[in-house]
């Protein structure tokens, strides 16, 4: 099986950096994303990260370490609008499951 | 526009009475799951489909059925709906084995 842990919630200030943290056990997976969710909306995609190594997207990174089961996203130069639930997940390579961690809301405070 | 639809957005029912929450992709996309979310649960998956006429159970698959008899289609169904199905539901669809998936809107479910 899969799971993954996050910190169930992160509170930073505007313009802060941020870092939540994933922590995984699986027997074979794809590769590690993260999406933001807000209030009960879509969640929407943010980063993958296939190898490990940082990726970076504008203010988004993302970091993957195979031989630690770790991973991390990076929020830099926090905005008030970056305030979400964030969510780590994989997919297994032995029948297509999918997994999420059960995400870590993100408190932006001015 | 790429985009997952799913319809209804909200629905209230009562236990029992079957019901079938629609969902459909304009991306050619191969891969289509079903997911739950409850407070402080995160998103669980209910069942997916890695192509037309293959589906799998997720983690949490009691109550539900699904089809895939066309790509860019994957309904939900509930045969005979409970309370305890009460939730918010996410159909999602991805290109390939990465897991970059596009979400629908979502679809409130009530069941009383």
């Known amino acids: 099986g899969q799971s993954l842990e996050q910190p169930s919630e992160v509170t930073a200030v505007e313009g802060a950096i941020v870092q939540i943290n994933c922590t995984y056990q699986?027997?074979?997976?794809?590769?590690l994303s993260w999406y933001q969710q807000h209030d009960g909306g879509a969640p929407t995609f943010l980063s993958y990260n296939a190898l490990d190594g940082l990726e970076e997207t504008g203010r988004f990174s993302s970091f993957l370490s195979r031989s630690d089961s770790y991973g991390y996203l990076l929020l830099q130069e926090l905005q008030m609008k970056d305030s979400a639930s964030y969510f780590c997940?994989?997919?297994?390579?032995?029948?297509?499951?999918?997994?999420f961690g059960d995400g870590t809301t993100l408190t932006v405070k001015p | 526009e790429a985009q997952v639809t799913q319809n209804p957005r909200y629905l209230i029912t009562v236990t029992g009475k079957k019901l079938t929450v629609t969902c459909s992709q304009n991306?050619?996309?191969?891969?289509m799951s079903w997911y739950r979310q409850d407070p402080g649960l995160g998103l669980r998956q209910i069942y997916y489909?890695?192509?037309?006429?293959?589906?799998d159970k997720g983690d949490v698959p009691e109550g539900y059925k699904v089809s895939r008899k066309e790509k860019r289609n994957f309904p939900l169904i509930l045969e005979s709906p409970s309370p305890n199905q009460t939730s918010l539901y996410f159909c999602?669809?991805?290109?390939?084995?990465?897991?970059?998936?596009?979400f629908g809107q979502g679809t409130r479910l009530t069941v009383v």
């Open positions: 991306m050619n996309h191969e891969y």
């Open positions: 999602a669809s991805s290109p390939n084995k990465i897991n970059e998936a596009f």
């Open positions: 489909s890695m192509n037309v006429e293959v589906t």
């Open positions: 997940a994989v997919r297994g390579t032995n029948a297509g499951k999918s997994t």
């Open positions: 699986t027997s074979g997976f794809y590769g």
